[in-house]
């Protein structure tokens, strides 16, 4: 099993950026690939950024140019740098980690973004 926890979320104004923080731990290696997703209220959680061990990286268009995902691998840690953020950018951001092999999926249990004036 692998244990995702997330950190960093909060209220932001519009323009304003944060920065979330995803570590996992226990069988880490069993996953490759870690990401973030997010959900805003009344619809699909929809994925925002991805990031694989060797540094392959993939944007969701409505977020390219503002969002910067990272990793550390010593630290199993995965960042996702938030600027410029939008009112449509408030939902819970959820990190995931698909199982080497698939069948399974590893979430952690969200951090809400709020970005309001």
């Known amino acids: 099993q692998v244990q995702l926890v997330e950190s960093g979320g909060g209220l932001v104004h519009p323009g304003g950026s944060l920065r979330l923080s995803c570590a996992a731990s226990g069988a880490i290696f069993t996953i490759n690939a870690m990401g973030w997703y997010r959900q805003a209220p009344g619809k699909a959680r929809e994925l925002v950024a991805v990031?694989?061990?060797?540094?392959?990286?993939n944007y969701a268009d409505s977020v390219k140019g503002r969002v910067t995902i990272s990793r550390d691998n010593a630290k199993s840690t995965v960042y996702l740098q938030m600027n410029s953020l939008k009112p449509e950018d408030t939902a819970v951001y959820y990190c995931?980690?698909?199982?080497?092999?698939?069948?399974?999926?590893?979430w952690g249990k969200g951090t809400q973004v709020t970005v309001s004036s």
């Open positions: 990031i694989t061990k060797g540094g392959s990286i």
């Open positions: 995931n980690a698909p199982r080497l092999g698939g069948g399974l999926e590893y």
